[in-house]
């Protein structure tokens, strides 16, 4: 025999009350946050085991980006790999 719908064993804890969870929720809370920018993007596990960090993550597209340009004769010096290089001003 089925049991009732109300008759079922609930997981969330008592002294949880899911109506005051839900009132205190804010719809799109971080919609401006996430539309303003913010570019999330999973990697593979074997291509996250490459990089120690975001930065180094940002340095190798940011090679491989002027590698392209190289590449199609458009290179240009960029800030930040100015910025990097020792002994340049």
Known sequence: MKKRK???SDELRPEYDLRQLLD???R???AKRYHAGTNLV???P???K???SERAVNDALRLVIELQKVGSGRAV???RSSESAPGRS
Do not use: H
């Open 50 to 52: 490459a990089f120690r």
């Open 42 to 44: 999973l990697l593979d």
């Open 24 to 26: 205190k929720g804010a």
């Open 77 to 79: 010096a960029t800030k």
């Open 46 to 48: 074997d291509v996250r």
């Open 28 to 30: 799109g809370k971080y």
């Open 6 to 8: 109300d008759e079922m």
